[in-house]
């Protein structure tokens, strides 16, 4: 890999010297480094290009930051199979794995090609107004429908043309593998591990005690018609970007023909990631 994009969160206060090190590493293996100019103007070894160059041209993409900037580089990707490395700036992230003190050895690695790639699911959801499409967005994490204000929305939803139920809620999250650690865990949701093929639908602050999260798969298509929107409802993907949505809209969700392609070194434990995010300790039986 003799082409690598940098996708770098600059309001990291470490950032600059992560960039400046990658930089150093890449001069010795005889590796280009590309960026948007802001990114680029940290560093006189990095060359500016456009967005479009920047997939274009990398073979492979390190966002330094934390999950917010491989949410932002998945983004940037739309769907292009150049593989991502994330390299964690400051606390632990479940999407970024390498830490700035196996930066060297990552670089090294990848350079290689002795790195394991995974394939983590995205979510394409489509916006219907009276039967037109008015949205379409790309979610590494999830989709989001919430209202804008403290009045209850109600939400109908069905599975595979299957109707499940009407909620009154506050709002509802589809979530993917990757997204299961984010939002819908606040929002009792499940963990799924990456390789399950599945969605995660979760209700936040659903009106009735009998509404739990569901785990559906992946194959088949999640369809979200808005009821009364309490005044206001959202949708939001990965929380970055989104629109506004009307009582008689559609949003349906499906898995989409393209993943999103994860640099991970050998021996990456997800689980180590879940026990140190999480603060699990385990437990100790006495006696």
Known sequence: ??????????????????????????????????AESETAALCDDIEAVSREALV???????????????????????????????VNIGSLGFLTSIAEDGLDHAL????????????WAVADAVVLSRGTEVGYYRALNDVVLRGGTSRVVTLDLSVDGDHV???????????????ST??????AGPILTPSVNAFVISLIC??????????????????????????????????????????GDCVKIRRSGKDVRFVQVPGHSYFAVLREKLTWSGSTRHG
Request: glycine share 14%; proline share 4%.
């Open 1 to 34: 890999m003799k082409t690598l994009g940098l996708i770098v969160n600059r309001r990291k206060p470490r950032a600059k010297d992560v960039v400046d090190q990658i930089a150093g590493k890449a001069r010795e293996l005889g590796q280009t480094l590309i």
């Open 56 to 86: 274009e041209r990398a073979d492979a993409i390190v966002a330094c930051g934390g999950d917010g900037t491989m949410l932002r580089a998945a983004r940037i990707l739309d769907g292009d199979d150049t593989p991502v490395m994330g």
């Open 108 to 119: 090294e690695s990848l350079a290689a090609g002795d790195m394991d790639i995974h394939h």
């Open 165 to 179: 139920t009407s909620y009154m809620c506050d709002g509802l999250i589809v979530s993917t593998p990757a997204g």
């Open 182 to 187: 984010g939002y819908s865990l606040a929002a």
């Open 206 to 247: 659903p009106h009735t005690l009998s509404s739990r999260p569901l785990v559906v798969p992946d194959n088949g298509e999640i369809l979200i018609t808005v009821g009364d929107t309490g005044g206001g409802l959202f949708l939001t993907a990965d929380g970055q970007v989104g629109q506004s949505l009307e009582q």
